[in-house]
């Protein structure tokens, strides 16, 4: 069964849009294909469950885009709280660590390297909600 529209052109003029059912059901699946793909890229929050331990810097770039934030540090003490700690005692005194930081509307997940290394040595996600978050 077709279904006919009628609408009014530029010039005034009434027209009739005569649509089928396949037309109008393919139509239906793709605009709700892009709406889930809309909200699959709206938030990044899939990066939380993702594991990037062992993957190359150009990889993740080309993933997940240039990290929001940088940071570095020298490991000059023992032991630390936070985060970091999760790889904190595989690594040697005076060992540099390099901290990719990539925010979500969750949270923040944070990619470690060790040493100006190509991959990923350590990784961690810090919920913005405190209560989620172990006590370290």
């Known amino acids: 069964m077709?279904?006919?529209w009628a609408s009014a052109s530029l010039l005034g003029e009434a027209a009739v849009v005569t649509h089928s059912a396949p037309y109008r059901l393919?139509?239906?699946i793709s605009i709700l294909v892009i709406?889930?793909?809309s909200l699959a890229g709206c938030d990044s929050d899939d990066v939380r469950e993702q594991s990037f331990v062992g993957m190359?810097?150009?990889d993740i770039i080309r993933q997940l885009g240039e990290p929001d934030k940088i940071d570095e540090m020298t490991k000059r003490a023992e032991h630390?709280?936070?985060?970091?700690?999760?790889?904190w005692s595989k690594m040697a005194m005076g060992d540099k660590i390099v901290?990719?930081?990539?925010n979500t509307t969750t949270g923040k997940k944070m990619l470690y390297f060790v040493n100006d290394g190509p991959e990923?040595?350590?990784?961690?996600?810090?919920f913005h909600d405190q209560s989620k978050n172990p006590v370290f």
């Open 120 to 126: 990923v040595a350590g990784e961690y996600f810090w």
């Open 35 to 37: 709406a889930l793909l």
């Open 26 to 28: 393919a139509r239906a």
């Open 56 to 58: 190359q810097k150009p």
């Open 80 to 87: 630390i709280f936070g985060p970091i700690e999760t790889i």
């Open 99 to 102: 901290t990719w930081t990539y």
């Open 2 to 4: 077709t279904r006919k």
